[in-house]
């Protein structure tokens, strides 16, 4: 009878220590975006935002007691190296949930994997429509390019004035495909006219035979859906030909005042935040963004921001970390973030408001954006 109740006490305790063990096991995230390649200062930007909502949800004591912990890798802008990346962080760093990655393409090869395996991935900054088709377990923290694209053909016909507008876009990339395509419908909706519809390739340098025929065309507006090194490279080449109608692009630019000129001046893109807006939340966030990066916050560290607190919510209402609890908890987001107030469609994409910035020069006389307008959904 003594050894039976010493075995019995003992099972007590073990599983007393089992039970305090897995309550204060740290909650495991993965997160997946260009660290190096082309797309580095996004992926920079949006880990240095996770990194920044993580620290700051740790240094409060976490969620209910648990810590999280961060596991960041780099797919360097390439879709095969997200698989390689999502599948490490899975299966041997054991990530619950998983950030990322960034980019639509390489978002969008991760998504059927954690569909299949029941790891909610919440995409930051991917924009495609195609992502979330995936199933109920992939979110995204950001608008669509169906959304994106039409802000910007109504702000071009209905803000600018414009009445007939040229597009540049890259045909080999999905993001610019999608852009071009909804602003292209939202201008015509709203009264405007396309003159000039030109293409190029992912890795292109010269640009002056599709410009030609844009200046050709006389617009009253050059629509640019892509990111911002590409971008840069393209206005100067536009305005070298006297092209100095307005451009307007997407949340791709984010990241042209630090590496362009006065040539995008006269430019406005669609964002998911304004660095300047007066809002609590915002103001916060910058200030601590800059406090320990000495940089001002793009989208991009924005959307990494407030897509950890979009979980931590989620859990703290679910009571519980397993996927399928946290997942019914997602999808009732009904709060505000940085990026706005959000709540989520049935494809667990956010219905929330886009703003308009415009770059200017600063008092410094650098290059900044200012905040122009929102269009709300």
């Not at 599983?15 to 797309?39: D, E, Q, T, W």
């Not at 090869?109 to 992502?131: D, E, G, N, W």
Request: glycine fraction near 10%; hydrophobic fraction near 40%; proline fraction near 3%.
């Amino acid at each position: 009878m003594k050894m039976v109740k010493s075995v019995a006490a003992l099972s007590v305790v073990a599983l007393s220590l089992i039970s305090c063990g897995s309550k204060s096991a740290a909650i495991k995230l993965g997160s997946i975006g260009p660290l190096s390649g082309p797309y580095a200062v996004y992926g920079g930007d949006c880990k240095n935002g996770i990194e920044l909502a993580v620290n700051e949800i740790n240094a409060a004591g976490g969620i209910n007691g648990q810590k999280f912990e961060l596991i960041a890798e780099d797919d360097e802008g390439a879709a095969e190296k997200s698989v390689s990346a999502y599948k490490k962080l899975v299966t041997k760093d054991g990530a619950k949930f998983i950030f990322g990655s960034l980019t639509s393409g390489c978002a969008i090869a991760i998504s059927p994997l954690a569909q299949a395996q029941k790891v909610i991935q919440i995409a930051p900054a991917a924009t495609a429509p195609k992502l979330t088709e995936a199933g109920n377990f992939v979110f995204r923290t950001c608008y669509d390019d169906p959304f994106q694209g039409v802000v910007g053909g109504k702000f071009a016909a209905t803000n600018l004035g414009a009445k007939t507008a040229a597009i540049l876009y890259d045909i080999s990339n999905d993001y610019s495909v999608g852009l071009t395509e909804n602003f292209k419908s939202a201008f015509e909706s709203n009264g405007g006219t396309i003159v000039s519809l030109e293409t190029y390739s992912t890795g292109d340098k010269d640009f002056n035979a599709q410009l030609t025929k844009i200046k050709n065309s006389n617009p009253d507006v050059v629509y640019l859906p892509d990111y911002y090194s590409t971008v840069a490279l393209i206005v100067k080449q536009l305005r070298a030909q006297g092209i100095n109608t307005p451009i307007v692009g997407a949340d791709g630019w984010d990241g042209l005042t630090e590496n362009a000129g006065d040539e995008v001046l006269n430019g406005f893109y669609s964002n998911h935040y304004a660095a300047d807006s007066t809002e609590p939340k915002v103001q916060n966030f910058v200030t601590n963004y800059k406090a320990k990066y000495s940089l001002t916050p793009t989208a991009f560290a924005a959307l990494g921001y407030d897509s950890v607190y979009m979980l931590k919510d989620a859990i703290l209402k679910a009571g519980k970390t397993d996927s399928e609890s946290v997942r019914a908890a997602l999808e009732a987001t009904n709060g505000d973030y940085v990026t706005g107030h959000l709540t989520f469609n049935e494809k667990h994409n956010p219905v929330k408001g886009a703003v308009i910035v415009e770059l200017v020069k600063g008092a410094d006389g650098k290059l900044t954006t200012v905040y122009n307008t929102t269009v709300n959904p």
